[in-house]
């Protein structure tokens, strides 16, 4: 007969199930136990992780739900709802829609919540930052397949899809979102004023010139609702619409009308293109044509006709200081032919200057003997180069 027994001995952190030819009999707590060992299997739990688990749990609580509730508390949650598990007064998991699940009511205390999921599909404010940032290895599992977490910082705004629907939109700051039985989705977007360039555009003038064009815009979202309910992308369709303005632009206007008039082409692209824009919730700021690049042959052209401009300038500038000269030296011999003191102080000046090219000179006759032998000194100066 005692051969037939075992002694066990369950730990303060141990819990036993105790079946017996197939069924479940009662749950050994921490001590000592004598058993018949016929027909006799033992399944060891340590009752320091809290989940109880068993291929066959939802039967067991259902055949033997007497038995079992003193020691565990079960949650089973319908299609429409889920449960969070708190652990000693901290969340420790999430129960999905339906699931079984059960947990050790000893050595910790255990609480558990249901709540509706049809409607409510965003997590409590007070459990984002727990679920976002969980170190617990249970609720970081169940927060990574059951949770959607965003974060919007403070230059973005986000808008919220729920099955394909638009719900709200999303201020600053971190949101988390259950995603049991339906799909979200977050449209984020930067609300700072954002660049888009338009590069290599080959366009040709009204006068049949090619060119190619860069261009530059900026622009800022400003209603993401209207953004989300008109364009698939906004982008791309702000991309075209500067895109097809520019050709406009460019191929109604001849070259020296363009080269001449940069600002004023900036000025319409922007008009055609920022009322259409601002219907779709995008403000935009500025647009500007960046670079026109003329083709090699035209350049060569182009610089011709600046080095004939700027030289007919020139010679302008030149005859104009000649005639102007000439008057100056009009004036002066009128003013020397009735006044003979003027006239020999400009002898004298003329003197001073020859006398700089000059060594020495021998004097014969007084002043008109000097200045006709300058006078003679000079053509030969001039003569010899």
Same mark, same amino acid.
């Given at each position: 007969?005692?051969?037939?027994?075992?002694?066990? *001995?369950?730990?303060?952190?141990?819990?036993?199930?105790?079946?017996?030819?197939?069924?479940?009999?009662?749950?050994?707590?921490?001590?000592?136990?004598?058993?018949?060992?016929?027909?006799?299997?033992?399944?060891?739990?340590?009752?320091?992780?809290?989940?109880?688990?068993?291929?066959?749990?939802?039967?067991?609580?259902?055949? !033997?739900?007497?038995?079992?509730?003193?020691?565990?508390?079960?949650?089973?949650?319908?299609?429409?709802?889920?449960?969070?598990? !708190?652990?000693?007064?901290?969340? !420790?998991?999430?129960?999905?829609?339906?699931?079984?699940?059960?947990?050790?009511?000893?050595?910790? *205390?255990?609480?558990?919540?249901?709540?509706?999921?049809?409607?409510?599909?965003?997590?409590?404010?007070?459990?984002?930052?727990?679920?976002?940032?969980?170190?617990?290895?249970?609720?970081?599992?169940?927060?990574? *397949?059951?949770?959607?977490?965003?974060?919007?910082?403070?230059?973005?705004?986000?808008?919220?899809?729920?099955?394909?629907?638009?719900?709200?939109?999303?201020?600053?700051?971190?949101?988390?979102?259950?995603?049991?039985?339906?799909?979200?989705?977050?449209?984020?977007?930067?609300?700072?004023?954002?660049?888009?360039?338009?590069?290599?555009?080959?366009?040709?003038?009204?006068?049949?010139?090619?060119?190619?064009?860069?261009?530059?815009?900026?622009?800022?979202?400003?209603?993401?609702?209207?953004?989300?309910?008109?364009?698939?992308?906004?982008?791309?369709?702000?991309?075209?619409?500067?895109?097809?303005?520019?050709?406009?632009?460019?191929?109604?206007?001849?070259?020296?009308?363009?080269?001449?008039?940069?600002?004023?082409?900036?000025?319409?692209?922007?008009?055609?293109?920022?009322?259409?824009?601002?219907?779709?919730?995008?403000?935009?700021?500025?647009?500007?044509?960046?670079?026109?690049?003329?083709?090699?042959?035209?350049?060569?052209?182009?610089?011709?006709?600046?080095?004939?401009?700027?030289?007919?300038?020139?010679?302008?500038?030149?005859?104009?200081?000649?005639?102007?000269?000439?008057?100056?030296?009009?004036?002066?011999?009128?003013?020397?032919?009735?006044?003979?003191?003027?006239?020999?102080?400009?002898?004298?000046?003329?003197?001073?200057?020859?006398?700089?090219?000059?060594?020495?000179?021998?004097? !014969?006759?007084?002043?008109?003997?000097?200045?006709?032998?300058?006078?003679?000194?000079?053509?030969?100066?001039?003569?010899?180069?």
């Amino acid at each position: 007969m005692f051969g037939l027994l075992k002694k066990i *001995r369950v730990a303060d952190t141990q819990k036993v199930l105790l079946f017996r030819d197939g069924s479940f009999e009662r749950v050994l707590e921490p001590g000592r136990h004598i058993l018949s060992g016929l027909g006799t299997v033992l399944q060891w739990y340590d009752v320091t992780m809290p989940e109880l688990t068993h291929a066959h749990l939802k039967f067991l609580f259902t055949k !033997y739900g007497s038995k079992l509730e003193p020691h565990a508390v079960s949650v089973d949650t319908a299609d429409s709802e889920a449960a969070l598990v !708190y652990v000693d007064g901290h969340l !420790y998991d999430i129960v999905a829609p339906g699931q079984f699940r059960a947990y050790w009511r000893s050595p910790q *205390r255990v609480h558990i919540e249901k709540f509706a999921i049809s409607d409510q599909y965003q997590v409590p404010v007070h459990l984002a930052k727990v679920m976002c940032y969980a170190e617990a290895a249970p609720l970081k599992t169940s927060v990574g *397949r059951f949770v959607k977490a965003v974060e919007v910082a403070d230059h973005e705004t986000a808008l919220l899809y729920v099955d394909g629907d638009i719900k709200e939109v999303l201020e600053k700051g971190l949101h988390l979102f259950w995603v049991f039985n339906r799909k979200i989705d977050v449209l984020l977007v930067d609300k700072r004023l954002q660049k888009l360039e338009i590069s290599g555009q080959e366009i040709l003038t009204k006068d049949k010139v090619s060119l190619r064009l860069n261009l530059v815009a900026s622009y800022q979202v400003v209603d993401l609702r209207k953004i989300a309910g008109s364009l698939a992308n906004y982008k791309e369709h702000l991309y075209l619409a500067l895109q097809l303005a520019l050709r406009d632009v460019i191929g109604t206007r001849e070259l020296d009308d363009l080269l001449a008039n940069k600002g004023r082409l900036n000025a319409q692209i922007h008009e055609d293109v920022a009322a259409g824009m601002s219907q779709y919730g995008i403000m935009l700021k500025s647009v500007g044509i960046r670079d026109i690049i003329l083709p090699g042959e035209m350049k060569d052209i182009l610089n011709q006709v600046v080095a004939a401009d700027k030289a007919a300038q020139a010679n302008l500038i030149k005859r104009r200081e000649e005639t102007a000269a000439t008057r100056s030296l009009m004036n002066t011999a009128k003013m020397m032919e009735n006044n003979p003191t003027l006239l020999r102080l400009k002898e004298l000046e003329a003197l001073e200057r020859i006398t700089e090219k000059i060594g020495s000179i021998t004097v !014969y006759g007084g002043l008109d003997g000097v200045l006709n032998q300058l006078a003679a000194i000079g053509r030969e100066v001039a003569d010899n180069g």
